[in-house]
């Protein structure tokens, strides 16, 4: 238990003084720390959203890739149209489209015909930029190499997919 | 409460609350080096995986294009080089294997594929001219030491051209 003490000296200046000091040094320190676990949390969080939607994107274009018979790409590089044959009607090829547009990855689909621009859909993230996109097509198969961004924080895929072709 | 000791803090005390300060920091430093390494071994890992399986998807797509790139090959070690917007297979000569990325070696093995009695492929039986196995090992040095990984498929000329 707390014993009454007899000694009514206080604390001098210079004690006072002295705690002020280590205890602004301590709060500095840990406000330092703070401020650091908590910009790194968020560059995690950004590296992790553009890595997610750089994956996701890849992934979605191999699923149409792998049955293509045949792909068709832009002079540019930015344009994918991928054709696979449509057992309903073997006549109309299913064509699927990944284009660059206002630094979004944009998708669609259609018979016949690559999908007209305006019946493009997003395939990205709101907030994910697509900083580079480029196809080409090697052998049986098309070498994607994307770099997604999120904030400060960017996730480059580079991965070539074959195709069945005919 | 009144304190009467007046002696303060003896050097082997203060050498004692030093050595053991000294051992705690250490012990939290040697943490965040370990740590540190086993996150570049796992970048390491993963970039090797992803590297073999980049390989045999190029060995795919010049097997989709043409059968005859690839049956017309001997058993043995090659290198995947892209002309003419195609990927070609050259005999390797280098005993490393082919360096195709910042540290890390690969080697393509193409090798005779055997189907069984059973009409399976393995590694016995008679050499099915229609299907090739293929073997791919990346290599990379990770701290002095050889680390590798190793992606085995077989190729089928399912589209009989």
């Known amino acids: 238990m707390f014993k009454p003490t007899n000694n009514q000296r206080g604390v001098t200046l210079m004690e006072l003084l002295i705690y002020l000091g280590i205890s602004s040094v301590v709060v500095l320190t840990m406000m330092t720390l703070m401020a650091n676990v908590s910009k790194q949390r968020l560059q995690r969080i950004q590296q992790n959203t553009a890595q997610q939607a750089a994956r996701v994107a890849v992934d979605k274009m191999t699923y149409s890739i792998r049955n293509a018979y045949r792909v068709d790409i832009s002079a540019d590089g930015k344009t994918l149209d991928i054709y696979s044959t449509n057992f309903a009607d073997l006549t109309k090829p299913i064509v699927t489209t990944y284009s660059e547009l206002d630094n979004q990855l944009y998708t669609g689909q259609s018979l016949e015909t690559p999908p007209q621009p305006e019946n493009l859909q997003p395939a990205t993230p709101p907030g994910v930029i697509l900083e580079q996109l480029s196809f080409r097509e090697i052998s049986s198969a098309v070498q994607v190499s994307l770099r997604c961004r999120n904030g400060a924080r960017n996730a480059e895929i580079s991965s070539t997919i074959s195709f069945r072709q005919l | ?161």
């Open chain 2, 1 to 161: 409460m009144t304190r009467h000791n007046q002696r303060g803090s003896l050097i082997i005390e203060v050498l004692v609350s030093i050595s053991m300060a000294v051992i705690f920091s250490l012990a939290i430093g040697s943490l965040v080096g370990v740590n540190n390494r086993l996150t570049t071994v796992a970048r390491h890992d993963a970039r090797g995986l992803s590297l073999a399986k980049e390989s045999m998807e190029q060995v795919f797509a010049a097997k989709q294009q043409s059968w005859a790139s690839i049956s017309g090959l001997g058993d043995g070690k090659y290198t995947i080089i892209e002309q003419d917007n195609l990927f070609q297979l050259q005999p390797d000569v280098s005993p490393t294997g082919e360096e195709f990325a910042d540290g890390f070696f690969r080697t393509v093995e193409v090798k005779t594929a055997y189907r069984g009695a059973d009409g399976q492929l393995g590694l016995s039986g008679e050499p099915d001219p229609n299907v090739r196995r293929l073997v791919v090992t990346v290599t990379w040095l990770e701290r002095g030491a050889n680390r590798d990984v190793q992606l085995e498929g077989f190729i089928t000329n399912w589209k009989g051209n």
